[in-house]
């Protein structure tokens, strides 16, 4: 087949869609806690994100590891995946999303830049985020926006991944709306799950208290 119906009776080409997974952070704001190893209804959120990226036919996934890695590696053994380590994840993000960009096989239309402690988001959230891409008219970075407020995952072109790896471009701050409107594709959406995320223990208290559903923090904090 290799082809989804665009609205109007024309084709869309299959993309060759990659995921960089970050799941390298050391949790600080909760206290060491190895984010990507909280459990939301006894899946951790690593294996959440994996099964939504599987769901909305990711084509290669690269899980970008750093703090925590052996627990988190573990969770991996059962998911077809490429692993990268950032030995120098305590220097902030951007080096992990090079690691994970510079390891992803061959080329790809599109890469998202996924982050392991928004806990919500599914398959049907991805594919909206493939939609606006397809449709976007300018832009090399989709980014979702809810309520004025920058969301994640992200979305990158074939050109802000080669501008990721070729420079210091930090295609990935969350400043990047205001400071390069160029390079970016604005998705607005009503779609609060783009701006979900667990910062702090009371982040996981709160999501525990609005949803009903069970989280837990992993049993032990790594402190090395």
């Not at 869309?12 to 909280?38: C, D, F, S």
């Not at 392991?116 to 909206?128: H, K, N, S, V």
């Amino acid at each position: 087949m290799g082809c989804l119906l665009k609205q109007g009776g024309g084709l869309y080409p299959r993309l060759r869609i990659g995921a960089v997974l970050l799941a390298a952070g050391e949790g600080r704001r909760m206290g060491g806690v190895a984010k990507p190893l909280i459990t939301l209804q006894g899946v951790p959120l690593i294996s959440r994100h994996l099964i939504a990226l599987s769901g909305a036919g990711i084509d290669e996934v690269v899980v970008v590891t750093g703090y925590a890695r052996e627990a988190i590696e573990e969770q991996m053994r059962s998911y077809t995946v490429t692993l990268a380590h950032n030995e120098a994840h305590a220097e902030g993000q951007e080096g992990s999303v090079r690691i994970g960009l510079a390891a992803l096989s061959g080329s790809f239309d599109a890469v998202f830049v996924v982050l392991a402690d928004q806990p919500l988001i599914g398959a049907g959230d991805l594919t909206e985020l493939i939609g606006a891409f397809k449709k976007r008219t300018a832009g090399h970075v989709v980014i979702p926006v809810v309520q004025g407020r920058r969301g994640n995952p992200i979305l990158l072109d074939a050109s802000a991944q080669a501008q990721i790896l070729g420079s210091d471009t930090k295609l990935g701050c969350r400043h990047l709306i205001e400071q390069h409107p160029e390079l970016v594709s604005v998705h607005e959406t009503t779609n609060t799950r783009f701006i979900t995320d667990l910062d702090t223990v009371e982040d996981v208290r709160q999501l525990a208290q609005r949803t009903g559903w069970r989280l837990e923090l992993p049993a032990l904090a790594v402190t090395h």
